[in-house]
Every structure is written in C-alpha cells, then in structure tokens.
C-alpha cells in the first residue's frame, strides 16, 4: 500500500513565524502535491511537484514556497505565517498522470497560526 | 479558471437509504475520480472513471463517466453508519497531466 506520511498532525505557530511542514512517501512516485482544504471550499492546490528539484504553482501559491531535495520528500514552507493561512494541509503524491495513476494523500496536519 | 459544481453540499439519510451525489462542469475532463474523507484523515479514493460512459462499481458503491464528459454521479446503494464521510469527486482536465479540479464536497450524515 501507498504510504504517504506528514511529519505533524497538529500545528500551532505564531503570525510571523517561518513554518516548515514535511511530506515523506515510500512508493517512489514522481509527483507530490501540497494542497489545503476549507470548509465549504474543497481542495485547492498550493504546489505540486514532478521530479526532484522541481515545482510548479498551484491555484494559491501565494504566501507559500516549496522545497523538494529528495525524490521521497516535499516540504512546504510558510515564509511567514499569517492568520488567514490557519488551515488543513493535505500532501499527496502520484505516480505518472494523473489519467492512469489517482493521488494518494497523507493524513493531513492541522495548522493553526495565532 | 474550470471549476466543479459538486451537489448536494450534504445529506442526511436515515440507515439503508441509497444516496446519489453528482459534479458538473462547464468543461470537459479526461478523467474523474470519487474520494471519501472520513474525519481527521486524507482523503481516500473510492472510483477511477476514464472513459465516457463507464459505469464502475466498488461493493455498494456505483459511479458513472458522463457521456458529455462534464459530469459524473456517485450512488451509494443501503447505507450504513461507516460511510458517514466527506465524498469528493474531482477532474482532471484535457490540458493538464498533473493537477485535478475538485468539488467542494458532500457532507454525508447518518441519522440515528
């Protein structure tokens, strides 16, 4: 089975602060994505990535950079964390298209900033 | 950008009621896919749909690839306390190989 695992399931930081979340699969997928989730607005994608080194722009990417060293690890960063990016964070990784090959996703961590 | 219509935004059934949600679009996709998210977990997949008119089962569970290619339907046949849940659907469009767009959801409640 796939295995997509976030570092932390809660989160509490302060506005200000520089915020690290960290994504790690085992499947050896190329794709991983950084997504996060609000009521009432679905899943909207921050980030994604397709090979090491590599990152593309979501919907929102604003507020938010990407980190991806390794194959099987994405982080993403909160350069400065501000109260309206208190959030569900949802990781996800795939293998090839997405035609052939559905995201796989984490357990999720839950972000608040005060 | 494309976006989902994905209704009702929730349900609440009594137990071995069936329950049928649906997506539409103004556009089509090459792909739609259902997930369940039950609370304090990612959400899991439940359906791949990859072909227009394909109609795939999963146990109670039964989705269909619209003909037009901008819409799908979950249906949930005699529903049981456990697919209490958040059911998502999601597409993946023609000019894309990577990203889906998704439905904002359908809450689905059990009543007692």
């Known amino acids: 089975d796939v295995k997509v695992t976030q570092s932390s399931r809660y989160l509490v930081k302060r506005t200000g602060e520089k915020v690290f979340l960290e994504c790690v699969q085992d499947?050896?997928?190329?794709?991983m994505f950084w997504y996060r989730q609000d009521p009432g607005l679905g899943l909207r994608l921050i980030y994604f990535?397709?090979?090491?080194?590599?990152?593309e722009k979501g919907d929102i990417p604003e507020g938010y950079s990407v980190s991806r060293e390794k194959k099987e690890r994405f982080s993403l960063i909160l350069e400065s964390a501000s109260t309206n990016q208190t959030s569900m964070y949802l990781c996800?990784?795939?293998?090839?298209?997405?035609?052939?090959?559905?995201?796989?996703f984490g357990d999720g961590t839950r972000l608040s900033i005060l | 950008g494309q976006q989902l219509n994905q209704s009702p935004q929730s349900m609440f059934i009594q137990e071995g009621e069936d329950v049928s949600m649906n997506c539409t679009s103004s556009?089509?996709?090459?792909?739609w896919l259902w997930y369940k998210q039950e609370p304090g977990e990612g959400p899991v997949l439940l359906i791949a749909?990859?072909?227009a008119g394909e109609l795939t089962s999963n146990g109670r569970l039964t989705a269909q690839f619209g003909i037009t290619r901008k819409d799908s339907f979950l249906n949930i046949s005699a529903s049981i306390p456990s697919d209490v849940g958040i059911y998502f659907c999601?597409?993946?469009?023609?000019?894309?190989?990577?990203?889906?767009?998704w439905g904002a959801g359908t809450k689905l409640i059990i009543k007692p």
């Open positions: 999601a597409g993946q469009p023609p000019d894309s190989n990577y990203q889906l767009i």
């Open positions: 499947m050896d997928h190329e794709n």
């Open positions: 749909l990859y072909k």
């Open positions: 990535s397709y090979d090491v080194k590599m990152k």
């Open positions: 556009s089509i996709f090459n792909t």
């Open positions: 996800a990784s795939s293998s090839g298209t997405a035609s052939n090959q559905p995201q796989h």
